[in-house]
């Protein structure tokens, strides 16, 4: 009677449902990611996606994604269409799930979305109050923490359980009058376990373990009606069919319960596959990367600086399996789904999110790109990040590649870019628009020579200089000209100094004067790129 007080509405029973989603082939393996759509797209999202991916598609498996939404007060509505679009921007596709924009569900284990299967998880509640696996309890927040107080006093597990559960047991005619009441209450597990009980649960990465068997009445549904991770846990990956749960070490510890809830249900279990989660280290201490305080776990902060789509996939498939790395040396232009990835040999200690290490990768890519494939990943980036500096890209594309491509022919070029938000800082003065505006104080960017001292040497310069010369016949002049204007300023010190390194001076100036900056490219091949026009220019403006 109490089931269908609790449930008026629920006709239907588990085996009703049941037969409405078709058997799966008994060969298929069935993975899933099952991200929650709070706040942003964490590493960790692609990372597993990455991982279900891999694994669901080397062997003709199926991999399939749910949008685990029941935790709405953490909930932001349009994290589920981002979740979509970055997948997709990694070439992470699954086999079924939601579809977006119009959110409607591809093949016919749907919905994918949890917050539109209330009414499934409440069959399944009801069978089990049917079965007296399960209670309402009424338990006000101030009772709970009172149970918990005491637990601690006594040395208990603080929790509600067994004796501990004030419900648990209680009277129908109780029942009904709290729910008369119009108390609040929540629908928990009355679990089979007992302090004490061992059970053995294995796991792909782990193998098998000996543990404490679950004894917690845990909470299945909350009290506004949607269940938790544990109870959606059960009657998704019941319903969807899923042979393989691989999910975050964080959730191995409740495989115990999990198990016991198939158990109870009399449904065979999943094999799970935890994996360890991505940890950082803090002040040398490793800790799992923190949504709310990390801001590499944010997915949009790597394409916010700009790292190739590649090179966060390389990077992440290093983390995977460590062999990765030597593998793309040898295959530079395969995707990431040609390497044999193994579950068993992925780490249990923690995967290290090293961000030295990603800028290595992603460098090491760029340093292989076409200069055509630069300039585009450059203009897709600037897209969105650099508005300004995209309007000028757009317009000169051929100077901006000769800028982008300085020193990338030589035998063996300088990495210079890591990521795209590199390129602004070493592209932006090539564009007389932006060198025009700059307010460029000579005496501040180099306050070893004087203003007078620049200036003979630059007037000496622009009389000589000649673009048509070798490096090398060009570096030979550039020296020369130092010590020249040294000469000039006769000074005698100066003259011998200039020779020994002077020189160095002299490329400062030249620097500064065409850049605006310290820090630039190669001199030579800028200003070979410049062309002579804007280098006088730039020196006679000065
Ligand atoms: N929504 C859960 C999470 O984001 C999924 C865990 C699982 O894959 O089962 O942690």
Redesign the pocket.
Known sequence: MLPNILFPKIKETIEDITKKYPKRPEWLVVT?????PTWFVHIWNVY?AMLDDIFAHKDNWIAFLRI?DTDQKREVEWARFKINEIFKTFWLVFDEGPIWPDNTDIWAYWPYTQSKREYLYKVFAKHLLEMWFAYPCFMTEEEINEVRQNQTIWKQVPWIYGGYSIWRNAKEEDVIKALEEKKEFVIRFKSPGKIGDRVIISDLVKWDVETNDNFLDIVLIKKWGLPT?HFA?LVDDYLMQTTH????D??YASQPLHEQLFKVFGFQAPKYVHYAPLIKLDNWNKRKLSKRKDMEADVEYYFKLGYPIIAIIDYLANIINAWYEDWRKENKTKSFKEFDFKIEKMSQAGALVDMEKLDFVSKEYIATLEVDELYNLFVSWASKYDSELLKLVNKYPDYTKQALNIERELENPPKRFQKMSDIPAQLNFFFDEVYDKLDINLTELIPNLKLDEIKVFLNNYIAWFNLNQSKDEWFAELKEIASKSGFALNNKEFVEWTHVWKIWDAAMILRVVLCGQRNTPDLYETMQVMWRERVEKRIHNI
């Open positions: 899933r990611i099952a991200p929650s597993s685990e991770y846990h749960v691989f999910r975050s964080e959730w």
